[in-house]
């Protein structure tokens, strides 16, 4: 064929390939040559054929699929008259799909294994797909995905999943019964002691042991479950006084056997030193086991770590309790070293600060730590903030963390602690099934009724999918996970008994997911969901699913919760979807992503506070989960800004971060922002603007994915998203 076409192909297994016409012109003389001579079709045809379908798919802006490759060899075979040759193709074509279907794994896993497939290759930006680990767990995910595919989850479910209408989200774990994410009873399993590994684990004699049990605690979790977990610092301090004491009567007997004065001043100076020592010892713990453990999954442990001043009692055990986020931050913003030695920006542990009272404004007691955390976040992307007073605003009082990234339990009077306090430690989420927005809005064509009929129809399909990951886990029995259901991370079941109790009554919760509220105004009313105009649509979208959810409830007794999804290779795989459905509609699927939950779209020019303001109305109707972002420059030498920001997170919007850039490039030691650019076949690579390398295996990149920090880079939609971002400040 003599037209170039640059328009990608993408193959059954995931992996994008240039589009070549020799391809058809042999899969149509395969067929040509089964029928009678008299009805063959000539070289001349076929060539018609072929070049029809290469100036359509050179006219084609994303790539295309495989399968409309094959539906328009079929109708270019049928235009030239073709008829006996189109029906030995469309014969052809269904045996090999029959043949493919005997063994639907067996492509995705070895694309897989090579690395070819794009939509899985980089499907989590903290796992790296090239380790045994991953690969191993990926395996085990194709065959659950296949299994669930073909007998577990109802086909009208899988067609709308693959359609990319819904997303039926971790399919990869559903054969094996596991949940999506929890907040850690840390509390309880230190205080009371656990299990791990059918080995007796006592409560801890000191500060630094606490420490060690907790990140063996985490790792044990993360290897039982495949969403995030949370745990809070406040649960570790009360073991502060305790190394306190055990330093102190040290320091007694010490000085007593070299007859030395035993001054009380003297005694405490020497024991607070020692602490604080060990307060460093233990928190380096923390931070350098949890990046470096590896749990069965290939990642490191998905883990935040909670820091709110106030969920411990006012005195020596807040002053503890402040000691610990000190040092946090501190080892924090330095960072941990790489292989080469450089000082980087790790994924995990997310970190969470609490804006409150005490520690928002300059002369407040706790203003020093807020001044660190803006440092902190400026150098690292982390802490993110949680405003006390917000939160307490739409959570009855309440405040506390979210389960990982963003899911957030649901504050229920149904289930409160000894002390009557609400629970929330303990507590969990059954799973997430996604809403694509913007397929409800193009299947309406931009009917106004229509589209309200539709996201009905589509909503009890989203409830019928919800209802199977329920019905997944009922019959669970709490052996499968004795750190879970058994030892103290969630509960305390008997040996044999199930996890049923657990899935109702506001235990856990499931989240109803949605996507793309941007992209749904601007196909149905022209205009991006921050004009005045459209606004009021998207609030009404937003109330209904927050309806729907609490109808399920009522009815059911299961706490459905609208969440805003953090869509990484989601984003891309709806992306391509939409436009296999509904070809290139500009605004609206013209792009490799689509937008994350409400959020404004990324290259929607808008300032810092507006942007958090306009958002803080849609995140009150994300109470299943939700997290806002602004995009800012290096703010090293401006920690003034940051704490301007911070305070109006405080003021204005419950959950929010701020997005900089932490990049370091071994090749030439430049430390600065890795830029995106496009290779010679179109590709999105990332290059260092000062030595012009693009060995990724020689970069060190860090960008907020969708509410954490990724690391292992990212596919083609979530790249192309990052490389549109625009700054809010």
């Not at 058809?24 to 079709?41: C, F, G």
């Not at 639907?104 to 294994?113: A, E, K, N």
């Not at 009208?156 to 009873?185: T, W």
Request: aromatic letters at 8%; glycine letters at 6%; proline letters at 3%.
């Amino acid at each position: 064929m003599s037209i170039e076409v640059k328009t990608k192909v993408i193959k059954r297994n995931g992996e994008e390939v240039n589009f070549n016409a020799e391809k058809i012109v042999n899969a149509i003389r395969k067929a040509n040559h089964e029928v009678d001579p008299l009805y063959q079709m000539s070289d001349y045809q076929i060539a018609v054929v072929a070049e029809n379908i290469a100036h359509h798919v050179q006219k084609s802006t994303h790539a295309v699929h495989v399968e409309d490759i094959q539906d328009m060899v079929e109708t270019g075979i049928m235009e030239v008259r073709g008829y006996e040759v189109a029906q030995k193709y469309v014969r052809y074509r269904y045996r090999r799909e029959i043949s493919r279907k005997s063994n639907t794994t067996d492509d995705g896993i070895l694309s897989l294994l090579d690395h070819i497939n794009e939509e899985v290759n980089q499907e989590n930006s903290n796992k790296n797909p090239l380790i045994n680990s991953t690969q191993r767990d990926y395996m085990a995910g194709e065959v659950s995905k296949d299994l669930s595919r073909r007998v577990l989850v109802p086909e009208e479910i899988v067609r709308a999943h693959e359609a990319g209408i819904i997303h039926f989200h971790d399919m990869d774990y559903f054969a094996q019964k596991e949940h999506n994410c929890d907040l850690i009873n840390l509390e309880d399993m230190l205080q009371n002691g656990t299990v791990i590994s059918e080995t007796m684990i006592e409560k801890p004699h000191s500060f630094f042991t606490a420490c060690n049990v907790t990140t063996q605690i985490v790792a044990q979790v993360a290897s039982n479950q495949y969403g995030g977990q949370s745990f809070t610092l406040a649960h570790l301090a009360p073991f502060v006084e305790i190394s306190r004491q055990k330093i102190r009567k040290n320091v007694m007997e010490e000085r007593k056997e070299c007859g030395e004065s035993l001054d009380e001043q003297i005694i405490a100076r020497i024991t607070e030193r020692r602490l604080k020592d060990e307060i460093k010892s233990g928190i380096q713990t923390i931070q350098y086991q949890l990046i470096t453990l590896m749990t069965c999954n290939g990642q490191a442990p998905f883990v935040t770590v909670f820091m709110y001043l106030d969920e411990v009692e006012e005195g020596r055990t807040r002053e503890d309790l402040a000691m610990i986020i000190e040092e946090v931050l501190r080892q924090r913003m330095q960072g941990v070293k790489n292989e080469k030695g450089v000082w980087v920006t790790p994924a995990f542990p997310k970190l969470i600060y609490v804006l409150d009272e005490d520690n928002i404004t300059e002369g407040s007691p706790y203003w020093y730590l807020t001044q660190l955390a803006a440092q902190c976040t400026a150098k690292r992307m982390v802490p993110d903030y949680i405003s006390a007073k917000i939160m307490k605003e739409l959570k009855q009082g309440e405040v506390y963390t979210c389960m990982g990234c963003r899911s957030f339990l649901t504050v229920e009077d149904s289930q409160r602690n000894p002390d009557g306090s609400h629970k929330f430690y303990g507590r969990f989420n059954q799973g997430v099934v996604t809403l694509n927005l913007v397929d409800v809005a193009c299947s309406s064509k931009g009917d106004m009724d229509r589209f309200w009929e539709i996201l009905d129809e589509r909503l009890e399909l989203c409830h019928k999918a919800l209802r199977c990951r329920h019905e997944r886990l009922l019959g669970t029995v709490s052996d499968v996970a004795p750190i879970l259901w058994q030892n103290g991370a969630l509960a305390r079941l008997k040996k044999g008994e199930k996890i049923d109790k657990l899935l109702y009554n506001g235990y856990s919760t499931i989240s109803l997911g949605y996507a793309g509220l941007y992209e749904m105004c601007m196909r149905m009313l022209g205009k991006s969901h921050t004009d005045p105009e459209a606004k009021p649509f998207a609030l009404a979208v937003m109330q209904k699913l927050n309806d729907k959810c609490a109808e399920w409830k009522k009815a059911e007794n299961i706490s459905y919760s609208v969440y805003g999804t953090p869509m990484e290779s989601t984003t891309y795989r709806f992306a391509k979807c939409l436009q296999k459905r509904f070809g290139m509609i500009p605004g609206v699927t013209d792009k490799n992503y689509i937008t994350n939950s409400y959020h404004v779209h990324v290259t929607e020019p808008i300032d810092a506070f507006s942007k958090l303001k306009f958002e803080s109305e849609f995140q009150k109707l994300s109470p299943g989960g939700a997290i806002s972002y602004v995009e800012v420059p290096n703010m090293q030498d401006n920690i003034p800004a940051v704490l301007s920001v911070m305070q109006f997170i405080y003021h204005n919007i419950m959950y929010a971060e701020l997005n900089t850039k932490s990049d370091y490039c071994e090749c030439c030691g430049y430390d600065g922002e890795i830029a995106i650019v496009e290779d010679e076949s179109g590709k999105l690579v990332w290059e260092c603007p000062n030595c012009g390398s693009r060995d990724q295996s020689k970069m060190s990149v860090a960008r907020r994915t969708c509410g954490y920090i990724g690391t292992q880079f990212w596919n083609q939609g979530r790249t192309q998203e990052i490389r549109d971002r625009v700054l809010h400040l």
